[in-house]
DNA sequence: CTGAAAGCGCTTACAG
DNA sequence: CTGAAAGCGCTTACAG
């Protein structure tokens, strides 16, 4: 591969003039520019990434970082992806994949530093390792959801208001006359679980509902979503618990429920209302009933994680931004309304 | 930041020395290592990724490459893309997807090598201007689907048998007793189109039916997945082209015809048959029908996908690979038997 | 096993 | 506007 040395001879002129050429920080007469982009053409010549990298010490991309390792995308992050992606489209930027064990980063051979200018950190855990690690000394860094409480000023991050949320789910099954709520949170490692659990103790609490712990199940983080709607309303129903609706963590989880429901005779709404957070699915509309459930805007929480975290790679003296995005209630067919003998609608 | 300078002075041995203890490309005395990586530690020191890579010429990076720009995951992508990233994690390398803009790579001030150690490329068109453009000298590729057949043979790829897949789906629809099959094909620059296109005039032809110019729609790319099979389903039976079975490119047409077939007051599949290609979604059973469909094995696609690029970075002298995955069809309940009264399981 | 030196391929003051 | 030289922070023969 010819380097800029020979697209220096080739032109007749000094390396740096080729490099000013490239970089276009420093003017170069248009007939010298055109002889050195025809002298590299000529050659196949661009500039090398990680030399110029190297000497720039900025590399125009960004790092997604997923918690414990070799984690899954799931729809949710398909759409936060996609709009993280826009961002970095617009921006000229190239997302990177942080896909390494850890244990690999324990071992010298991979301890190395992160080729990126910032960080994209996915799904916070209370003592979320990734994020406790870091130094000043890191990149910039952007949370996607509420990190440890600890490092919650140090950090810039973008959410949703996941405990009103939860708080306005359980109201509405309230108003439509639920007393036994079950509550299939997320894994209680995450601090999402926290948001949501007090907004739906709240809602409980102010309508006067004692708490009942057996309607409150976190999530076993090695359990598959589907499984876990699906086992858990089962296990409740064959013990006996009752209770007349219940609140997922996605809408994979719901059709969990609605196939332990059909497996058991139970039909939806009329003996089990569901109400999904994390409505990501095109699909949820075609379920039978229709589900209902909250849309978190995962494309929106991407592309200002991106725009936030470019502009302090940017600027260094960017504040610390703490963004609410919009999450909307989108009720479907999947609840009924027992204070009247027809569905709600 | 520290360097290695720093860390070679404190621990009182040469900076090969502590690159070595790095690297592990040559041992170094127990002891002497030891004090390396303490020193290291002291000063929080990681060897620079960019200073390695310039030197090492690898960067254990491999890339993501989407047909023109700007263009979003489909869910497809997202089970293939966690395939890839399943074998990044045991080989130890990172996924950089590539969103830059190709305006971007035609200015000076962008054009520089793929900061990668070989390429994954998608959705291979007839034309494809990234495959066009290669040269020997670009890192390793491995194309997802068949590239065009001019590189055919120079370019590792994995793909489904496209033209089998879609001969079985008309067949079986053909054996349900449909004689008008239309077929809502991807777009047409899509080389997958044409193996699916030949699969299905296969089967027609074997049957002994005329193909139907109006039964053969080819998406435009521009047009959202659910408007195409939404609106191509309410423009034909507008115009009163008959037809009693519907192939679609994926389960988000699907999804499209469904709804058409609402709007219309058609029942499904008592009016209209459908299957789809590309089952990738977990919610197609929930459908109402539940939907037939072709599995693709996209998480596989991309598992193998990813180790042969790997193989061919590793080894220079591996041979061109072209490698089937197995794709499935998926018969639910979306189709009717027209040769009894009841409807098909 | 260890050290001193050259080299990877750029960019960037510095001097003109 | 242009050139010569130093520097970015590593790795890798080479010599011991």
Redesign the pocket.
Known sequence: ?A???DVARLA?????????V??Q?????KE?AERVLKAAQALN????YW??T????QTSIIGLRMPGENTKFSKFHLSLINGVLQTCFEHGYRLLVNTLATDYQEMPKYMTTNPVDGEIFLDPEHNDARLMQRTELDPPAVVVGRPPEALRHRLCYVDNDNETTAEQVTSYLLELGHRDILFLNTSQQRTVSVDRKRGYEKALIQAGIALKPKLHIFKNPSTPSLDYGFRSIRELVTKGVSFSAVVTDTDKVALGVYRAAAELGLSIPNDISVFAFSDDSVFSPEFHPPLSGVSLNAEELGREAANLLIRRIQDNSAPIVHQTILSNLVVRQSCRNLNSTIIHL
Chains 1, 2 share one sequence.
Do not use: E, Q, Y
């Not at 920080?25 to 007469?29: A, E, F, L, P, S």
């Open positions: 591969m380097n800029i040395d007749g002129v000094s390396k740096g003039t080729v490099s000013n490239f970089t920080k420093r003017g170069v007469r010298v010549f661009k500039p090398n030399a110029r190297l000497s720039m010490k």
